[in-house]
């Protein structure tokens, strides 16, 4: 799993150079990326009680791969590596108490704990990613095929 993180994290660092060759020094709000992919995400599970929704549930994980994109380039702060971001993303989904929540609550929990603290947190998108019923290696596969 360490190596899947440091390949994702690598090719997410590749691309974001791509657009800015110093990205990193921009400080680039990528937590309001993420907050607003949720609202994006919850489009697509439907929301709307008042109204027959089905959920797009393709659609859903596809916003949760581009949560997790923003929030890969969130964890790039200071004078941080790969190597150093993946153990930390792997301690936390490793430690990481998993609540039952359903995918609007696993999505209100991140977007709310991403603007509470203008950042990303791995264990909050781990709870959303289970509550979508999205794991490691479908991310994975998901992510590598979105970035090349």
């Known amino acids: 799993m360490r190596q899947q993180i440091l390949t994702m994290l690598t090719m997410q660092d590749s691309m974001n150079t791509k657009v800015h060759p110093q990205w ?41 791969i581009d949560i997790w994109h923003f929030g890969m380039s969130a964890l790039f702060t200071g004078a941080k590596n790969t190597e150093v971001i993946a153990d930390a993303i792997l301690a936390d989904w490793q430690s990481a108490e998993l609540p039952e929540l ?25 709870h959303l990613m289970l509550a979508a019923d999205l794991d490691f290696e479908q991310l994975y596969i998901a992510s590598l095929a979105k970035m090349c």
């Open 24 to 64: 990193i020094e921009q400080n680039y709000e990528w937590y309001r990326a993420v907050w607003i992919e949720c609202g994006e995400l919850m489009d697509h599970q439907g929301y709307k009680w008042w109204k027959k929704q089905t959920p797009d549930v393709e659609q859903v994980k596809l916003e949760i």
């Open 102 to 126: 359903n995918v609007h609550q696993a999505t209100e929990a991140l977007a709310s704990w991403c603007l509470a603290n203008q950042s990303f947190s791995v264990s909050h998108f781990r």
